[in-house]
């Protein structure tokens, strides 16, 4: 069947092994076969799940199941993707009561490009009092190139916690835009720790000189992950400027502000 349905075309419903197979054979065949194909191909066979139905269960399951099978069930929309799909995922992460499924249903929705605007996310994973992961900063990555202005408007916000507002500062750096850079200059002087070390991850990741004149005094932070990751904007952005004062880290009481110090003399050293 897998033979039949990429030598097809467009007459895969009408293959020999298409029609006798059952319709759970047919959806385990188109759905290891979006995974290796790219463009038109795919788009072909993700439309033809939906004309033949094979979604009908899973798009069940999605929404009124046990938990267990309700996530088997989104992983499986979410590996073939295409509007049904999308629907429901997003109506999974908008709807569905359990924090843990609307963040699964978020991560398989940054798969498919099609994460909601970054204030939705926000309200729909309960971020503003939930513990900020790895995960979420993924997120947020993502959504960069996609939401880059409701993106920029809730940096700008004076209303969000710390740490929420840390995310949405590290997310700035993906947008790859630098007109970022003044909403970094100014989260560089935030109180809060987290919110520094975003704005220097997200100038790193920009990596404009003009971000050199409050990186600088960030090596003198007195916060040790501070100082450690301004050290390594230095380095990375080939900071030179900041050599005297790496210099001076050589001898902090910090093991690993020495270590970052140490290594970013020897790589600014020799440029």
Same mark, same amino acid.
Do not use: Y
């Given at each position: 069947?897998?033979?039949?349905?990429?030598?097809?075309?467009?007459?895969?419903?009408?293959?020999? =092994?298409?029609?006798?197979? +059952?319709?759970?054979?047919? !959806?385990?065949?188109?759905?290891? #076969?979006?995974? !290796?194909?790219?463009?038109?191909?795919?788009?072909?066979?993700?439309? #033809?799940?939906?004309?033949?139905? @094979?979604?009908?269960?899973?798009?069940?399951?999605?929404?009124?199941?046990?938990?267990?099978?309700?996530?088997?069930?989104?992983?499986?929309?979410?590996?073939?993707?295409?509007?049904?799909?999308?629907?429901? !995922?997003?109506?999974?992460?908008?709807?569905?009561?359990?924090?843990?499924?609307? @963040?699964?249903? &978020?991560? #398989?929705?940054?798969? /498919?490009? =099609?994460?909601?605007?970054?204030?939705? #996310?926000?309200?729909?994973?309960? @971020?503003?009092?939930?513990?900020?992961?790895?995960?979420?900063?993924?997120?947020?990555?993502?959504?960069? *190139?996609?939401?880059?202005?409701? /993106?920029?408007? @809730? &940096?700008?916000?004076?209303?969000?916690?710390?740490?929420?507002? &840390?995310?949405?500062?590290?997310?700035?750096?993906?947008?790859?835009?630098? *007109?970022? $850079?003044?909403?970094?200059?100014?989260?560089?002087?935030?109180?809060? =720790?987290?919110?520094?070390?975003?704005?220097?991850?997200? =100038?790193?990741?920009?990596?404009?000189?003009?971000?050199?004149?409050?990186?600088?005094?960030?090596?003198?932070?007195?916060?040790?992950?501070?100082?450690?990751?301004?050290? +390594?904007?230095?380095?990375?952005?080939? $900071?030179?400027?900041?050599?005297?004062?790496?210099?001076?880290?050589?001898?902090?009481? *910090?093991?690993?502000?020495?270590?970052?110090?140490?290594?970013?003399?020897?790589?600014?050293?020799?440029?």
């Amino acid at each position: 069947m897998t033979r039949e349905i990429m030598g097809a075309g467009e007459n895969v419903a009408a293959s020999p =092994a298409f029609r006798q197979a +059952r319709p759970a054979e047919r !959806l385990a065949a188109i759905s290891h #076969l979006v995974q !290796l194909l790219r463009g038109e191909d795919r788009d072909r066979l993700v439309a #033809l799940t939906e004309e033949q139905g @094979l979604l009908k269960d899973a798009l069940r399951r999605a929404r009124r199941s046990q938990q267990r099978q309700q996530i088997d069930a989104l992983r499986l929309l979410g590996g073939i993707g295409g509007d049904q799909a999308v629907t429901t !995922l997003d109506a999974v992460l908008r709807e569905d009561p359990r924090l843990d499924t609307r @963040l699964e249903a &978020a991560s #398989l929705l940054a798969r /498919l490009d =099609a994460l909601p605007q970054p204030d939705e #996310l926000i309200e729909h994973l309960a @971020l503003r009092s939930a513990r900020i992961t790895p995960l979420h900063r993924t997120l947020f990555r993502l959504i960069a *190139s996609r939401h880059p202005a409701e /993106l920029f408007a @809730l &940096a700008r916000s004076e209303d969000l916690p710390p740490a929420v507002r &840390a995310l949405v500062i590290d997310a700035l750096g993906w947008t790859e835009d630098f *007109s970022a $850079l003044p909403l970094l200059a100014a989260a560089a002087s935030d109180p809060h =720790a987290p919110v520094r070390l975003a704005a220097l991850d997200s =100038a790193t990741k920009l990596g404009h000189s003009g971000s050199a004149g409050w990186i600088m005094p960030l090596l003198r932070d007195p916060v040790p992950p501070v100082r450690a990751r301004a050290i +390594r904007a230095c380095q990375i952005m080939r $900071l030179s400027d900041g050599l005297p004062a790496i210099a001076e880290l050589r001898h902090d009481p *910090s093991p690993w502000v020495r270590l970052r110090a140490q290594q970013a003399q020897q790589v600014l050293g020799t440029a």
